[in-house]
């Protein structure tokens, strides 16, 4: 598990997905445009734009945001370089209409990364584990009250979570390998 610093009152976040209506990046940065002033936050944004006038709503949306906070676009993510960047973040955010796995999710917990996530994946229960959060997209507040609790968290505070991501992707892997053996032994 690689450990990145976090001061109380920061957080960098990254977002890696498609750039489209069903990721829900836009909703991301309504967020963040209400974020407390006392709180320095920085976004990554990592993906391939998919639909041209979503990305175009977005970029007038990231242009409005306050000083404190900060958007950057990466374009598409090489598969190579998606840990790396994960590692240099404190939470991987993705807000997401729906996914069946979530591949970018899973390689999120794998890197020691706490998600923030919507409840429309397979991923749930996250909270309970210290491994993230997932919160119904109806809830903006919850959505904006979690990210200005994560902000606030030091550094020791963090560290759980981040040790809680990385053994729900150790467990998780574990549990998928035993199920394969015992599928591979009774076929």
Request: hydrophobic share 45%; charged share 20%.
């Amino acid at each position: 598990l690689q450990r990145i610093e976090k001061l109380a009152g920061t957080i960098r976040l990254i977002f890696i997905s498609r750039i489209s209506r069903k990721k829900n990046l836009l909703f991301l940065l309504d967020l963040l445009k209400e974020m407390d002033a006392r709180i320095r936050c920085e976004l990554t944004i990592m993906g391939s734009v998919e639909e041209v006038r979503y990305w175009q709503n977005c970029q007038k949306v990231i242009s409005a945001l306050p000083p404190h906070v900060t958007a950057t676009f990466g374009g598409p993510a090489v598969h190579t370089e998606i840990e790396v960047l994960l590692r240099q973040h404190h939470i991987f955010v993705l807000p997401t209409f729906g996914e069946n796995f979530g591949h970018a999710i899973f390689e999120a917990f794998a890197a020691g990364r706490p998600v923030l996530i919507s409840d429309q994946t397979p991923w749930r229960g996250l909270t309970e584990l210290k491994a993230g959060w997932d919160i119904p997209l109806n809830d903006d507040t919850a959505f904006l009250n979690t990210l200005e609790m994560i902000a606030a968290m030091n550094n020791d505070e963090y560290q759980q979570w981040s040790e809680g991501a990385w053994n729900f992707a150790r467990n998780y892997q574990h549990i998928s390998s035993l199920k394969e053996k015992y599928l591979n032994l009774f076929s």
